[in-house]
């Protein structure tokens, strides 16, 4: 399979293509999907065979016996990130929306404050507020472009009643990978603070040449109150099977959050450990490289294009596959930027305030698609913004 091969997505109840007319109002006969992040790509082989092995057995029973899931979790974050976990430290929940909802539960009390930096992932603030906790929104600073944290600023807001902060490790939407001074400042605030570290790290593997992800997991000192959250389904495009890992090194607070999944009856869908476990192999890890490669050559098509527009900037971006466009140089009120993007040049992307404070004046395009329809979403967008040239 290449990476270029177009595959029609439509009619397979995918949330990105089939709900876009729906949501957006761009129009299927030629919109082009760029929100929700999945990729229009299939996975590797070793994963597509080990879901069509299991699906031949006709048999679909309970899953048991997880060690050899577990060591290949284990093998991976060795491998590819430098981090050494015990396999017994693992949860595997329904995915990573799940899993902060679950932290959200298990961690914190209704009334108590639960700390995002923003703007970030929309998700989080979503089951937050679900379970009746406040969000504190911490909004990032802009600095060359780039996102930077303000921690005098994040000091002077806390009022005590914050309890656990959600951490975005490569962040999205604006793909920006933190440094080692960077990770031990936010360490240090949730220090301060007495917060439960939660860090999400499911974009950790789709880092671009160059850059390098650290796991919160490797910094000293903080295993008492870190949450580590991994996952495969954004790496290898296999969200569907809503399968994430929630990695807790504290006994104490291991045992609040067996006891939460307990209460909830939860245990895991047996097809995404099956998908996890093939993924994470010396055939999964050569195939992303591939594909991070590519993702790379996408990501500067679209930059260079994007940036190429008067008044629209796409920041700098180190890892993922969601750029993150301001369009708050071209002077237009949100709804005309947005109008141009949807109905001029019929593409279908995230609105910025959706992700929190700060996000007003961006727009979010996911570009794992093949690269003859991003350099195509990027000259609709040229078309739709040829007025400012
Ligand atoms: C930071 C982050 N966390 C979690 C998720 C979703 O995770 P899941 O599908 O496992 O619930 C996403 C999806 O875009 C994400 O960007």
Redesign the pocket.
Known sequence: MSFDDIIDRFGSHSVKWDMMDKLYGVPKEDGIAMW??DMDFRPPECVVKSLDAMAETGVYGYYGEDASYRAAIQWWMNERHGWDLDPAHIFTT???????AMCVEAFTQPGDGVVLFTPV?H??ARVISAAGRDVVECEMTRQDGRYELDFDAYDAQMTGKERMLVF?SPH?PSGRVWSKAELQAVAAFAKRHDLILVS?E??HDLVFPGHTHIPMATLHGLEDRLVM?T?A??TFNI?GS???NVIIADPDLRARFAAKMAGLGLSPNSFGLFMTEAAYSPEGAAWVDELVQYLDGNRQIFDAGVNAIPGLASMPMAS?Y?AWVDFDGTGMDRSEFTRRVEQDARIAANHGPTFGTGGDSFMRFNFATPRARVIDAVERLQAAFADLQ
Do not use: Q
């Open positions: 929700v992040a329904h995915g990573l929306v799940n899993g902060t992932y998700a989080f975005c999205n999400d499911i974009h959250m996952a389904t954004k969200a809503h399968t994430g993922t969601l």
